[in-house]
């Protein structure tokens, strides 16, 4: 597999990811970041999502599919058999959508991590609703205002990747973190218009208000304001991703992981695993 020393020599992290677009991209630039740093990667998602991947990267090196059935039964399996072929998992990484990883983690007495895949704004928003330290909208007052302190901007998610591509947005925003993202995007960001504020409208968006969106971030007065801040936020992506940005920073709030893998990964080079 052009390694060097001994499988038993490497860091293994087992990658396992919810089966949608928003979890599974983010894990994976996740296991690209490990296995530049010499890690084992071994990415686990149901086969409707690894057929696309294989389809869509040649390159791929792949077991035979592996029935996911109840995960909390497969999983165990595939870690232990793993070990029997010198595979020894140092470590679980799975996203918030399916926390039974961390039970299996705990009942075989491996570590496991969770990678956050919405934004860093929507979890400061759980969190103070979750103990209560900032009122929220309920059914007394549906229509209040939500200010908390210090929210943070660091996004993951789709939304990421249309700052990185430098597009402009115009967001239909639904549920769950979707509306605290087009907060973002178009009254901090200025990068798009917003079409709804989510289910709560409860109506139809008719075809006459898509056409004007489609007019007021293409040709509107608004359009060269829009189009400025779009390749603003691209460059600053760019920035961030480079080994001089923030993940691989250790004099940043956020650059722990490239001087944590730095002084805990023996230096190797192995290629992708995807099971």
Not at 117 to 140: D, G, I, K, R
Not at 172 to 186: A, C, E, N, W
């Amino acid at each position: 597999m052009g390694s060097q020393g001994t499988m038993d020599s490497f860091v293994h992290v087992f990658l396992i990811s919810f089966p949608g677009q928003g979890h599974v991209n983010p894990l994976l630039r996740l296991g690209k970041c490990l296995t530049s740093k010499g890690v084992l990667i071994t990415y686990c998602v149901p086969e409707c999502v690894g057929k696309d991947m294989r389809a869509a990267n040649k390159n791929i090196i792949s077991d035979e599919p592996t029935p996911y059935g109840d995960g909390r039964e497969v999983l165990p399996t595939m870690i232990k058999e793993n070990k029997v072929e010198g595979r020894h998992v140092s470590c679980l990484i799975n996203n918030p959508f399916i926390p039974w990883v961390c039970d299996v983690a705990d009942s075989l007495g491996i570590p496991c991590a969770v990678l956050w895949v919405q934004s860093c704004a929507s979890f400061s928003s759980y969190y103070h609703y979750h103990f209560n330290l900032a009122p929220f909208p309920n059914e007394t007052y549906p229509d209040i205002d939500v200010h908390l302190p210090n929210m943070p901007i660091l996004k993951w998610n789709s939304s990421i990747e249309v700052i990185a591509n430098g597009v402009h947005i115009i967001a239909f925003p639904q549920l769950g973190d979707q509306v605290t993202d087009v907060k973002y995007l178009v009254d901090e960001f200025r990068t798009g218009v917003r079409l709804s504020r989510g289910v709560t409208e409860n109506r139809i968006i008719p075809r006459c208000e898509v056409e004007q969106s489609l007019h007021e971030v293409m040709s509107g007065p608004k359009a060269a304001e829009m189009k400025e801040n779009v390749l603003k936020w691209k460059k600053k992506a760019s920035e961030a991703v480079t080994e001089d940005g923030t993940p691989y920073n250790s004099d940043h709030p956020m650059g722990y992981m490239g001087s944590a893998l730095d002084s805990a990964v023996k230096p190797a080079g192995l290629p992708q695993r995807l099971e």
